[in-house]
């Protein structure tokens, strides 16, 4: 669509270059702005800066401005009030623009070019073997793939990476229990909960008996070492784990282009530590070997322990290398809660120490914590809230508001699902992403707050009204050929138009920041401005034209919904 900053910003500069004003010390783009109240016009431009440069006062200044750019066809009208120049976009160009784009080009207007030629890798969900997969994770998992989509839809290469936590003495721990209190059934019935079942009966009997835990660290050795059996079982926990974590992604329709975990970089770590040691950056303290960060006012980095077991920074320093000379990314982003701040950064420093300069396109994409309203989820499978559950409750609670609303549906277990699901991802990604936030399933699966189910049910809406009207006016309003679409420049239509046109500025945004609160907050603008739409204007009436040019409005929120929403990991269903 047009960029009417760009535009406005070249204008201004042709009219400072006849002013004679020299352009070098401002950045006229910069200093372009969206008034608050529409009355006001659609952009604005503030004069105080110019006022020392021409020795005039500002007012003067933007007075004169105002009448250059006034022969400007990109503007309907341009005024001064006081030291603003305040412009307003020519409506008839702007409309046909949007609707161009967003009706003709429905399935892709809002993607961009930037990104091309250029790889992004970003490490998200990443859960623990053999731990649970909580609501803690689901985080990490929307906000992870809501980002990889978004840059992938402004033509970036993004490698999903999940970083499993696959590696480490804990290993050593469950195998040991596995062979002392196991069996083979109860874990493939129910791995996660099983094999956490040992995990916690090894703590329990390793404090009455210490022996264990030298008898785990033996095994886990035998594990680094490649020992077949160890190996063995290593792997099945492996295995048996992925397939109770797929049942999550394929829920949330979540993939990985690399579930290379910390065990994958376990051959790579001499030589990152070779390395770290030849550039001096190894110091011994204690038995252990670590990276004095004092300077920087951070603790130290411990990068071996005492037996010389490796850390987890250990395999996340071989694993930035290895994704730079694997992927030469242009960034690499983590997507991991705020508790692992100091990680991050002791990590990206250590790098940088390193001497490698794209230390500065790692990036942590931190987030805080979930926590729940009390009572609101209970769960079969014991204290810790498993994601899987919280998903099939908000499917099941979804089916039974829909029934409830006596809407009539086909498939209502499709729908249910879509809707369901939509809403925790929705209600994930609407928080901004730093604030700890409470997970309140009255709030989730609210049809009228600002919520994934009533920016669905908007979307529905529109569906349906497309479908009641007459087939040939539906086809002219698709098509825009020879249709006017004048009255579009008015009261709520105009109003829902300039909302649809923003959606690419807030995708843009929501980029920038790494940031899908912006998306939803502003898909949630859409739904409620295209509702008063609905709700002030009638949309099918005896007037063809006039009909065929609203419905062709409607189209375009259609589209900019369900844009909006595939980039969030949410369907838009056509129907509910
Ligand atoms: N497995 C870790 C956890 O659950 C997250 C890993 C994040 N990625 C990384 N490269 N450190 O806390």
């Known amino acids: 669509m047009i960029d009417y900053k760009v535009q406005i910003s070249e204008a201004i500069n042709n009219v400072l270059m006849e002013m004679e004003v020299s352009t070098e010390n401002i950045n006229v783009a910069d200093m372009i702005e969206r008034p608050s109240d529409d009355k006001l016009g659609d952009y604005a431009f503030p004069c105080f800066k110019l006022a020392k440069e021409l020795r005039k006062a500002p007012q003067q200044i933007a007075a004169e401005i105002a009448e250059k750019l006034q022969s400007s066809d990109v503007f309907e009208k341009v005024e001064n009030v006081n030291a603003y120049v305040n412009m307003y976009i020519a409506k008839q160009g702007f409309i046909d623009d949007v609707l161009k784009n ?84 109860d874990v493939e019935r129910e791995p996660i909960k099983t094999l956490l079942s040992y995990y916690t009966k090894f703590h329990e009997e390793a ?51 690399s579930y290379a975990g910390e065990s994958f970089y376990s051959d790579k770590m001499p030589a990152a530590l070779k390395e770290l040691e030849d550039k001096g ?95 609101t989820l209970s769960t079969r499978k014991g204290r810790v809230v498993f994601l899987e559950d919280v998903l099939n409750k908000a499917v099941e609670s979804t089916k039974e508001i829909i029934l409830e609303k006596g809407v009539v549906s086909e498939n209502i277990d499709q729908v249910a699902k879509e809707v369901g699901i939509g809403a925790v991802i929705f209600n994930e990604l609407a928080h901004n992403r730093i604030k700890d936030y409470v997970f ?33 006016i539906v086809k002219k309003a698709n098509g825009l ?43 949630v603008k859409i739904a409620q401005g295209f509702n008063r739409f609905y709700n002030e204007e009638r949309i099918l009436s005896e007037d063809a034209n006039e009909t065929a040019a609203k419905l062709s409005l409607v189209i375009a929120t259609k589209n900019a919904i369900r844009n909006g929403l595939a980039l969030l990991g949410i369907k838009a269903p056509e129907r509910m």
């Open 281 to 375: 950056l190894l110091k011994d303290s204690q038995n252990t070997k670590i990276v004095d960060l004092e300077e920087y006012n951070m603790a130290p980095a411990v990068i071996t322990k005492s037996d010389g077991s490796s850390l987890y920074i250990t395999r996340d320093i071989a694993t930035a290398l290895y994704r730079k000379k694997e992927y030469n990314f242009h960034k690499s982003l983590y997507v991991v809660a705020s508790q692992q701040d100091l990680h991050f950064a002791q990590l990206f420093k250590i790098v940088e120490l390193m001497g490698y300069e794209w230390a500065k396109d790692c990036v942590h994409i931190q987030f805080g914590m979930v926590s729940l309203t009390e009572g």
């Open 207 to 257: 404090e009455k008996d210490p022996q264990l835990d030298d008898e785990a660290r033996k095994t886990f050795l035998n594990l680094e070492n490649g020992e077949k059996e160890e190996v063995e079982l290593w792997q099945w926990f492996r295995d048996e784990s992925l397939k109770e974590f797929n049942k999550v992604y394929d829920m949330l329709e979540i993939d990985f282009d």
């Open 102 to 185: 967003a009706v003709l080009h429905g399935d892709d207007f809002t993607k961009g070019t930037e990104g091309e030629g250029k790889v992004i890798t970003i490490d998200f969900s990443s859960p623990n073997i053999a731990k649970p997969f909580h609501i803690g994770h689901i985080r990490t998992t929307v906000i992870g793939n809501a980002i990889y989509l978004i840059y992938k839809n402004l033509g970036y290469n993004v490698v999903r990476i999940n970083h499993l936590g696959d590696y480490g003495t804990q290993f050593g721990k469950m195998i040991v229990a596995y062979r002392k209190w196991g069996n083979k059934e």
């Open 481 to 523: 050929e020879g249709l006017d679409t004048s009255i579009l420049g008015e009261g709520s239509a105009y109003d829902l138009l300039k909302l649809v046109y923003n959606l690419e500025g807030a995708i843009k945004e929501a980029a920038d920041r790494y940031e899908p609160s912006v998306i939803t907050r502003h898909i």
């Open 440 to 472: 309140d399933w009255d709030k989730v699966l609210n049809f009228d707050g600002e919520t994934g189910p009533y920016v669905q049910y908007t979307h529905a809406r529109a569906c349906s009204l497309i479908n009641r009207a007459d087939e040939n």
